[in-house]
């Protein structure tokens, strides 16, 4: 059983540029989070998707922006990339039911570093 | 959201047990209090969730006094590899986890 896999595992893009980061989640699940993780910091969260729509968006312009696909992959897009964007991105999938322990899988993140 | 505080960092030697302590103060009536275990450049992986009282699994326990107004993580017998930034999350589900900075539990030969 695959777990969380993400693409590319490294990345580097000059500022200004754009990029896109790809998630495709554990199977069985149908939700996907996206984070920022900044070097010595923890994750921070960027937002979620369930059902093909945004349910969920942290504190993050409006230069990121996601998708999610009917077979529940996603992806991340950052507009007009920026130095501070440097940072590690973590896709984490997990079930939506009715039950509130619902355990969240992340992947092995992508290293995206601007120049 | 439930705002915690744990340690920056801890050291322990092979074979200890080691417990690490989180704060939550203003855990609200249907949080859970999730750990998770982070190793250099990998994403978090669950190490275990409880709501009240003890919970153990085959890595770690998890003791969460009745007030719920904290929860200690509990390793028994640590080895190198359990090097690594542990998170206390509090929350409801996998909706929006926030993670704090962690604590960097540093086990030594």
Same mark, same amino acid.
Request: glycine share 4%; charged share 20%; hydrophobic share 45%.
């Given at each position: 059983d695959a777990g969380v896999t993400q693409s590319p595992t490294h990345l580097i893009k000059t500022r200004g540029q754009q990029v896109t980061l790809r998630c495709s989640p554990k199977s069985g699940h149908d939700t996907v989070s996206w984070y920022q993780q900044a070097l010595g910091q923890g994750p921070q969260f960027i937002f979620q998707y369930y059902e093909e729509e945004e349910r969920q968006r942290g504190?993050?312009?409006?230069r990121f922006s996601g998708h999610q696909f009917p077979n529940y992959s996603s992806e991340l897009n950052v507009n007009?990339?920026?130095?501070?964007?440097s940072a590690l991105y973590l896709c984490a999938s997990s079930l939506t039911g009715e039950g509130m322990n619902t355990e969240a899988f992340f992947g092995q993140g992508t290293r995206l570093t601007v120049v | 959201l439930a705002k915690t505080t744990q340690p920056i960092s801890m050291d322990s030697y092979e074979g200890q047990e080691v417990n690490i302590t989180c704060s939550h103060n203003?855990?609200?009536?249907n949080d859970y209090i999730t750990w998770y275990q982070q190793f250099p450049s990998q994403g978090p992986r669950f190490i275990i969730q409880g709501y009240k009282t003890k919970v153990t699994n085959e890595v770690a326990s998890l003791f969460i006094p009745a007030d719920r107004k904290s929860s200690t993580l509990s390793l028994p017998?640590? *080895?190198? *590899?359990?090097t690594a930034v542990y998170y206390c999350l509090v929350g409801g589900s996998a909706r929006q986890l926030t993670f704090g900075s962690g604590t960097q539990l540093t086990v030594l030969p």
């Open positions: 504190n993050f312009p409006d007009a990339l920026l130095l501070g964007d | 203003n855990i609200a009536t017998r640590v *080895s190198l *590899s359990d």
